[in-house]
């Protein structure tokens, strides 16, 4: 089944810094990609979904950038603020099994002022 | 806004000890979720519904049972806990299947420890 590997687990910026969060997955026929967003002591929080194309999708301060010839899905925040110091999980959907998504094993990202 | 609550938000039981975790969605959701988060695995799903009455076993179910009372009431159920269910649980819904593009919704989290 798929596998999603996730990288790196833990990332320390300096705030203005930028910082890049990388996934690989292993399923050519995934078809669905997302990003979450986990603040202390809460939930998961979808910051954006992507879909089975190579694009460039960019949000409020980040990029999503998904690479499907290389199976490979990146999160790049421009310029991080200590708001955005948090856990991030990219999850990518299995193709051939509906209702079902595999999720990265996190990176704790630490935005220093 | 859509909202899934869990609750408790702590629980601390013994080794054998009885536990239920639960889960409310106001979202009208039909797709209901129990996962947990380990440190090193990152989220793995344990069971999820479609609805009311329907169970689905995930990927990490053992010593788990899980019960959709209504389309509203996900319950996570461990009959005989032991400590390697020391976790952070967390229930999610969604209005379809989660591999079809729609946002997975998220409750707050139980924490639960085995002694």
């Known amino acids: 089944g798929e596998q999603v590997e996730q990288r790196p687990p833990h990332l320390s910026v300096r705030e203005g810094d930028s910082a890049v969060i990388i996934c690989t997955y292993t399923?050519?026929?995934?078809?669905?990609f997302f990003w979450y967003k986990q603040e202390p002591g809460a939930g998961l929080q979808l910051l954006m979904k992507v879909f089975s194309s190579t694009e460039i999708n960019e949000g409020q301060g980040f990029t999503v950038l998904l690479n499907k010839k290389d199976k490979q899905l990146s999160l790049n925040l421009t310029a991080a603020h200590p708001g955005d110091s948090a856990v991030y999980f990219c999850a990518v959907s299995e193709g051939t099994n509906a209702y079902k998504v595999i999720f990265g094993k996190g990176t704790h990202l630490h935005v220093l002022p | 806004e859509a909202a899934v609550t869990q609750s408790p938000r702590n629980k601390v039981t013994v080794t054998g000890g009885n536990v239920t975790l639960s889960c409310r969605q106001t979202n009208s959701h039909n797709y209901m979720y129990w996962y947990r988060q380990d440190t090193g695995h990152g989220l793995r799903l344990i069971h999820y519904s479609y609805g009311a009455g329907n169970l689905q076993i995930g990927d990490v179910p053992d010593g788990y049972k899980a019960t959709r009372t209504t389309q509203e009431d996900f319950f996570l159920l461990l009959e005989l806990a032991s400590p390697s269910q020391t976790s952070l649980y967390f229930c999610?819904?969604?209005?379809?299947?989660?591999?079809?593009?729609?946002?997975?919704?998220f409750g707050s989290g139980t924490r639960l420890t085995v002694l």
């Open positions: 399923d050519p026929n995934s078809y669905y």
């Open positions: 999610a819904s969604s209005d379809t299947g989660a591999s079809s593009a729609e946002t997975l919704y």
